[in-house]
């Protein structure tokens, strides 16, 4: 018993090490969601600052998605860092449309650590976006994940940002993004990510031009 206890204790304690250098998401875009029919490819690099001197880090990350509606698309998605990936996908609904607009994003990840356990988390964010110029939009919003550790009892922990961003059109499939995640609690490290995302129609009904 005692080494079983033993054992627990200190695969606990290496998820307790291990659970601030993940993070829960990463370009995580506006409001506004993939024009129907289209596919859209996003990668950026990812400087993600540790907490309580754990160490920085720097990866990239990638999201695949389509436009299954003018207002609902899915997306998969990828963190790629030393130490650890992240794999997932999201789901993206905007119920609000115009100069400003308003979308909620579930989803979920797992991140796989190398020599230590891995995770899963279910991921939540909102976002409201407003066009300040035909190119040009700013948005921001809360995310929120809930996220468990393989094998270890009582595990949970949750990650809470604040993901402020803009997006301006490089073209018209052809956009920049920029965006910070602001940690809001001990297991929520910072980051910044600057990315490119590529749009392209796939089927004969797919929007031409933007919106």
């Not at 993939?34 to 400087?47: A, D, E, F, H, K």
């Not at 995310?143 to 009892?153: D, K, L, N």
């Not at 993004?177 to 995302?197: D, F, K, M, Q, R």
Request: aromatic residues 10%; glycine residues 14%.
């Amino acid at each position: 018993m005692r080494k079983l206890l033993s054992s627990a204790g200190v695969a606990l304690f290496v998820a307790i090490l291990v659970a601030p250098a993940q993070a829960q998401n990463f370009q995580n875009g506006s409001a506004e969601t993939i024009w129907q029919g289209n596919l859209r490819l996003t990668g950026s690099p990812v400087w993600l600052f540790g907490k309580d001197g754990g160490p920085d880090r720097t990866g990239g990350a990638f999201r695949l998605g389509y436009g299954l509606t003018d207002a609902f698309d899915v997306e998969a998605k990828t963190g790629l860092f030393h130490g650890f990936t992240l794999i997932g996908g999201d789901a993206h609904y905007r119920f609000l449309t115009g100069e400003t607009s308003m979308a909620f994003t579930a989803g979920g990840h797992q991140a796989l650590v190398r020599n230590a356990p891995d995770s899963t988390a279910l991921d939540l964010a909102a976002k409201v976006s407003r066009r300040v110029r035909p190119r040009l939009e700013i948005y921001g919003g809360p995310a929120f994940s809930y996220e468990t550790v393989h094998g270890v009892a009582d595990s949970g922990f949750t990650r809470w940002y604040a993901v402020p961003g803009v997006r301006w059109g490089l073209a018209n499939r052809l956009d920049l993004l920029v965006e910070g995640g602001v940690g809001l609690n001990h297991n929520s490290p910072s980051y910044v990510t600057v990315g490119i995302a590529a749009s392209t129609p796939v089927s004969g009904g797919a929007q031409r031009d933007r919106p």
